[in-house]
């Protein structure tokens, strides 16, 4: 095969395919993120069918860093949520601030804990009143194959549990809802499994738990999830978790997937990220692209 002036052989066009393949691996790797609950993880654990959910609901969705961004989210009037999952680090008073301005402007954030402590430190700090239970939650009657995987059978009627007539759960803990209202409880046959042995003791009781709690705060809402995995892509399809993320979207103009606080993040996201919000890196990228661009005309020239 002669390309131009140059005869190009298999040998060439193999070690072409190679490079395009590579670059297409370091490319989705780059983009891509192992992170539990991460927003652009596609495997079980991941959360970004919760984008999905979103895309569906026809709400932009906007995935942040850095607190400072809720700065640029407008939460009325149509209404924004933000989902604020499993933080792996405590929120600074400043932090916090920005968020709870969100809230009393009108948004809602939904904050989904088990068994970290920065749920409850973010509530308190926002000024809910709601506090997350650290304590297994077990139901060997209504659940999905073990009594770990209880199914919260008790739904209030409420706009954010539209469609919701159960909620199926994944080792969860449980909310104690204080002055917020209850939107879903465990069944009767649940119980605190205290000593974590998977078993109902004689000191353990069954009765229903509160799950989902929402709280007005402002003129927006906080709402207390006590399982993170609810919204894991291998949760969802599960009874009727997808309709409750629905019904978290549905009617909000922006969805706000907050990892300001998760460890692990898509190296080309930070990087589309900061190229977006800088002027003058948009500049040395323009730059360096028609830089590059030149390079190639000449060496065509040249051959």
């Not at 609901?57 to 933000?82: F, H, I, K, L, Q």
């Not at 680090?89 to 068994?115: H, K, N, P, S």
């Not at 999830?225 to 309709?243: G, Q, T």
């Amino acid at each position: 095969m002669r390309l131009g002036s140059r005869e190009v052989g298999y040998p060439h066009l193999l070690v072409a395919a190679l490079l395009v393949a590579m670059l297409v691996g370091v490319g989705v790797g780059a983009g891509t993120s192992s992170s539990t609950y991460g927003a652009f993880n596609a495997a079980w654990d991941g959360g970004s069918g919760v984008r999905g959910v979103a895309a569906d609901a026809g709400a932009e969705t906007e995935v942040v860093y850095n607190t400072t961004e809720y700065d640029a989210v407008d939460p009325a009037p149509a209404g924004s949520v933000a989902f604020v999952i499993s933080p792996e680090r405590g929120y600074t008073d400043a932090e916090a601030a920005r968020i709870e301005a969100f809230v009393r402007a009108g948004g809602t954030v939904v904050v989904a804990d088990d068994f970290r402590p920065h749920g409850n430190d973010l509530l308190a700090r926002l000024g809910a009143s709601a506090r997350i239970d650290r304590t297994p939650l077990r139901d060997d009657r209504h659940q999905y194959k073990s009594g770990a995987l209880p199914v919260a059978t008790r739904v209030a009627a409420d706009p954010l549990t539209r469609n919701v007539t159960q909620l199926s759960l994944n080792h969860p803990a449980t909310v104690t809802a204080n002055e917020s209202t209850v939107l879903v409880r465990s069944s009767n046959f649940s119980y605190l499994d205290r000593d974590d042995d998977g078993e109902l003791d004689d000191d353990e009781t069954l009765q229903s738990h509160p799950v989902v709690t929402r709280e007005r705060l402002g003129a927006g809402d906080v709402v207390v999830v006590s399982d993170p995995s609810v919204f894991i892509n291998a949760m969802l399809d599960r009874p009727d978790n997808r309709a409750f993320a629905t019904a978290l979207v549905s009617d909000r103009a922006t969805v706000v997937l907050d990892f300001s606080h998760a460890e692990e993040r898509p190296p080309l996201q930070v990087a589309l990220r900061a190229l977006r919000d800088s002027g003058a890196l948009q500049l040395l990228f323009g730059v360096v692209a028609a830089g590059a661009v030149a390079l190639v005309a000449r060496q065509g020239r040249l051959s």
